[in-house]
């Protein structure tokens, strides 16, 4: 079974603060995606990674960063917490499509909640 | 640019009525089409896929969904649900023919069943 775990279901962190969210994936993934999910706006891609050292910008960069230094680890990075930033978090992984246009299907982790107070 | 809509934000139906949760996209080009659910506290998980083929798909759980090009749709459907069908679901398309491996996600549709 595909495994995607992130490193905490429930965080709280003072606005300025640095804050990481960690991913990890068990399946030799080369794709690797960070969400924010929020109530009536769905899932909307913040960043994106095709291979280690690798990342694309997503719908919603402003304010996060990521770091791929390894394939199985995704790390989503905001500089300085603010409150606009207090969502649910999920990472997911998949196999790159590469020249192929059938697309493999994304696993996802149980998300982080995180609070900006 | 690409975008799909859910426009059922909110479903209530008692246990053994029929469903549908309608989901429609802007593309006009071959397009790869998802359904995915979130049961309460639990991860993402696929319900079923559309890639080519048979326009009717079967996924897990009784559901199943219907690719229409000529409506750019979409729509979910079981046939008697559930109170364990309580969750809340997503529809998503590939972002384009040369770029499939990222995902559109429409709004969410969050269904609950009452025995």
């Known amino acids: 079974d595909v495994k995607v775990t992130q490193s905490s279901r429930y965080l709280v962190k003072r606005t300025g603060e640095k804050v990481f969210l960690e991913c990890v994936q068990d399946m030799d993934h080369e794709n690797m995606f960070w969400y924010r999910q929020d109530p009536g706006l769905g899932l909307r891609l913040i960043y994106f990674?095709?291979?280690?050292?690798?990342?694309e910008k997503g719908d919603i960069p402003e304010g996060y960063s990521v770091s791929r230094e390894k394939k199985e680890r995704f790390s989503l990075i905001l500089e300085s917490a603010s409150t606009n930033q207090t969502s649910m978090y999920l990472c997911a992984s998949s196999f790159g499509t590469g020249n192929l246009e059938v697309p493999y299907e994304q696993y996802f982790g149980p998300g982080t909640r995180l609070t900006v107070t | 640019a690409q975008s799909v809509s859910q426009h059922n934000h909110h479903v209530i139906l008692s246990e053994a009525a029929s469903l549908e949760l309608g989901c429609n996209y802007s593309?006009?080009?071959?397009?790869?089409l998802f359904w995915y659910v979130q049961y309460p506290g639990q991860h993402l998980q696929l319900l079923l896929k559309?890639?080519?083929?048979?326009?009717l798909v079967k996924g897990i759980k009784g559901f199943e969904a219907e690719f229409i090009k000529s409506k750019f749709s979409f729509n979910l459907r079981k046939p008697s649900v559930q109170w364990s069908d309580t969750a809340e679901y997503f529809c998503?398309?590939?972002?384009?023919?040369?770029?499939?491996?990222?995902?559109?996600f429409g709004t969410g549709t969050r269904l609950q069943v009452f025995p």
């Open positions: 990674s095709y291979d280690v050292k690798m990342k």
């Open positions: 559309y890639f080519s083929g048979d326009p």
């Open positions: 593309y006009g080009g071959t397009v790869n």
């Open positions: 998503a398309v590939t972002a384009g023919t040369w770029n499939t491996d990222k995902l559109i």
